[in-house]
């Protein structure tokens, strides 16, 4: 509940945003850094330390029955000829929790966040000078980069004609 919260804390104004009918395109990229940046934040070792201790908090606070991880009973197997004691997976459920739940959680949706806007970039950024903000500016004597609706042209390649 409380990563879920965190995750919902992150994307939500991201989400709102982009989902507005006349947006920035510059500032929706920079709102996805910003966004990328806090869920590398989230990633550490610290927060999942915060994430475990709010959820012991809660469950103490409500008196619910389930407090700590079920502690799994490690399985033992016949050590075979040339294998190392050091071989032996550790079944912490901390760990397994941190590793398996928590970063997996993180790392998907980082993962989709980038591989969403990673080749929209381009074309966001020159879309953004077809904005009336931007026009305007132009039209008052801003300065169009010369590479402005380069990544356009590969998209439409008849724009020149």
């Given at each position: 509940?409380?990563?879920?919260n965190?995750?919902?804390d992150?994307?939500?104004?991201?989400s709102?945003y982009?989902?507005?009918?006349?947006n920035?395109?510059?500032?929706?990229?920079i709102?996805?850094?910003i966004?990328?940046?806090r869920?590398?934040?989230?990633?550490?070792?610290?927060?999942?330390?915060k994430t475990?201790?709010?959820?012991?908090?809660?469950?103490?606070?409500?008196?619910?029955?389930?407090?700590?991880?079920?502690?799994?009973?490690?399985?033992?197997?016949?050590?075979?000829?040339?294998?190392n004691i050091?071989?032996?997976?550790?079944?912490n459920?901390?760990?397994?929790?941190r590793v398996?739940?928590?970063?997996?959680?993180v790392?998907?949706?980082k993962?989709?966040?980038?591989a969403r806007f990673?080749?929209?970039?381009?074309?966001?950024k020159?879309?953004?000078?077809l904005?009336?903000e931007r026009?305007l500016?132009?039209?008052?004597g801003?300065?169009?980069?010369?590479d402005?609706?380069?990544?356009?042209k590969t998209?439409i390649?008849?724009?020149?004609?």
């Open positions: 509940m409380f990563l879920m965190n995750i919902f992150i994307t939500t104004p991201l709102i982009l989902q507005t009918p006349s920035d395109y510059i500032q929706a990229l709102m996805v850094d966004a990328e940046q869920l590398s934040t989230l990633r550490t070792q610290e927060s999942v330390d475990l201790q709010e959820s012991k908090e809660f469950s103490l606070k409500n008196e619910l029955c389930e407090i700590e991880f079920l502690e799994i009973r490690q399985r033992k197997w016949k050590r075979m000829d040339g294998e050091s071989d032996e997976i550790q079944n459920p901390v760990d397994y929790f398996n739940v928590y970063f997996l959680c790392d998907q949706i993962a989709s966040l980038i990673k080749d929209a970039r381009d074309i966001m020159d879309l953004e000078f904005s009336y026009l500016k132009v039209n008052n801003d300065i169009v980069p010369n402005t609706f380069d990544s356009l998209w390649p008849e724009i020149d004609k």
